[in-house]
T-cell receptor
Framework: EAGVAQSPRYKIIEKRQSVAFWCNPI?????LYWYQQILGQGPKLLIQ????????DSQLPKDRFSAERLKGVDSTLKIQPAKLEDSAVYLC????????????FGNGTRLTVT | GEDVEQSLFLSVREGDSSVINCTYT??????LYWYKQEPGAGLQLLTY?????DMKQDQRLTVLLNKKDKHLSLRIADTQTGDSAIYFC??????????FGRGTSLIVHP
């Protein structure tokens, strides 16, 4: 079974620039999550999708962050414009769905904003 | 601050047992998880415990749950250098979405 794929692995941008991250979940997984992991901290949920609908985006800074999952499979997360404090690893995870469905994580995209 | 608390570092000698502790806050958490993160990788589910259990054993891993004190621990028997990683405790409040602690860095030395 192929795992959760994320790209790019690394990205360095200057503040006020835009950046996009891509995630391809495990085939058949209905639920997709984006987490932000700042160095030295645990992952923090940004947004959860169930198929192509948003379930929870209460922690997403909507003035600069956006995410979509148009066909209920792949997802993109965008930051526009980036700030220094956005430097972090952005993790995508997927699960089959349901209340106790284990999350499978990708390797993440490490973003550095200078 | 973080809702789930863990000590930041643990150093053990190879072959010894490691015990990683966690205090969570949401007594309604149905499942409590332990995840492992190796350098440059995402999180990998290690084990979990249902809230009506007080112990679960899975090969070298033993999870203990004290619901009264909201305390969770992970014991790794016969710790190996390959166990060196960051270990995250996660609770699941009503939404069932895992909420993670800051992680405990386990360092295993010969």
């Amino acid at each position: 079974e192929a795992g959760v794929a994320q790209s790019p692995r690394y990205k360095i941008i200057e503040k006020r620039q835009s950046v996009a991250f891509w995630c391809n979940p495990i085939s058949g997984h209905a639920t997709l999550y984006w987490y932000q992991q700042i160095l030295g901290q645990g992952p923090k949920l940004l947004i959860q999708f169930q198929n192509n609908g948003v379930v929870d985006d209460s922690q997403l800074p909507k003035d600069r962050f956006s995410a979509e999952r148009l066909k209920g499979v792949d997802s993109t997360l965008k930051i526009q414009p980036a700030k220094l404090e956005d430097s972090a690893v952005y993790l995508c995870a997927s699960s089959l769905g349901g209340n106790h469905s284990p999350l499978h994580f990708g390797n993440g995209t490490r973003l550095t904003v200078t | 601050g973080e809702d789930v608390e863990q000590s930041l570092f643990l150093s053990v000698r190879e072959g010894d047992s490691s015990v990683i502790n966690c205090t969570y806050t949401d007594s309604s958490s149905t499942y409590l998880y332990w995840y492992k993160q190796e350098p440059g990788a995402g999180l990998q589910l290690l084990t979990y415990i249902f809230s009506n259990m007080d112990m679960k054993q899975d090969q070298r891993l033993t999870v203990l749950l004290n619901k009264k004190d909201k305390h969770l621990s992970l014991r790794i028997a016969d710790t190996q250098t390959g166990d060196s990683a960051i270990y995250f405790c996660a609770e699941t409040p009503g939404s069932y979405i895992p909420t993670f602690g800051r992680g405990t860095s386990l360092i295993v030395h010969p």
